[in-house]
């Protein structure tokens, strides 16, 4: 469905373009926008480099362990049915931390390995338990204490004070993590996915 949409914008905005006769102007952002999402990403590469070096670190001395055991309580509430000595327990606090930091791209291997447990608790059924369509509202809605990607982003474009976002990042994130999880909670009520 989605090259479909992607087919169409390609579409309306080479139509548009030809008909306001700013052809050139198109073909000329085509060719930049390439050059910019590269050195974008090479700006961005040594951010994630420093926080995925300490992801390691924290993962290899055991410290993403202890942060596990100490979360475990709150996810075994938060996620119905899942005890603290779950596969799953590790990789959601794992993904968690990623996004604390900001950290999406970083945290979406690491939630794929949640989801993979999650299904395997799951008994292979077809159909999402409610535990996995609360981790991924959780991961799309997840609360971010240092928004590194954007104040990277912000610090690449000039930014006087890249990291001034903090506080609105985190009143925003706080929310839509709120309203994400409660609407999670009452839907799950309505739509049994067990």
Same mark, same amino acid.
């Given at each position: 469905?989605?090259?479909? =949409? ?13 008909? &306001?006769?700013?052809? &050139? ?9 390439? &050059?910019?999402?590269?050195? *974008? ?5 040594? +951010? ?11 993962? !290899?001395?055991? *410290?993403?362990? +202890?942060?596990?055991? =100490? ?7 938060? @996620? ?11 990789? =959601? ?5 990623? &996004? ?24 292979? !059924? ?38 001034? =976002? ?11 993590? +709120?309203?994400?999880? +409660?609407?999670? !909670?009452?839907? /799950?009520? @309505?739509?049994?996915? /067990?």
């Amino acid at each position: 469905m989605m090259n479909y =949409i992607w087919i169409a914008i390609i579409f309306f905005s080479v139509i548009t373009a030809v008909f &306001n006769g700013t052809a &050139n102007e198109l073909s000329n952002g085509i060719i930049t926008s390439g &050059n910019t999402a590269v050195d *974008l990403c090479f700006s961005l590469l040594g +951010t994630f480099c420093l926080w995925n070096g300490l992801m390691n670190i924290a993962e !290899k001395s055991g *410290l993403s362990q +202890t942060f596990a055991k =100490i979360t475990a309580p709150i996810l075994c509430k938060i @996620f119905k049915g899942l005890n603290k000595n779950s596969d799953a327990i590790l990789p =959601i606090s794992l993904n968690i931390t990623s &996004n604390l930091l900001g950290l999406s791209n970083a945290a979406t291997p690491i939630g794929i390995e949640a989801m993979k447990k999650l299904a395997k608790e799951n008994s292979g !059924k077809s159909t999402p338990s409610n535990n996995m369509v609360l981790f991924v509202v959780m991961n799309s809605a997840a609360l971010r204490l240092i928004p590194s990607t954007v104040a990277g982003i912000r610090a690449n474009h000039g930014s006087a004070n890249p990291l001034e =976002i903090i506080v609105p990042s985190v009143i925003t994130s706080i929310c839509a993590l +709120t309203v994400g999880i +409660t609407m999670a !909670k009452i839907l /799950e009520r @309505f739509f049994k996915y /067990e």
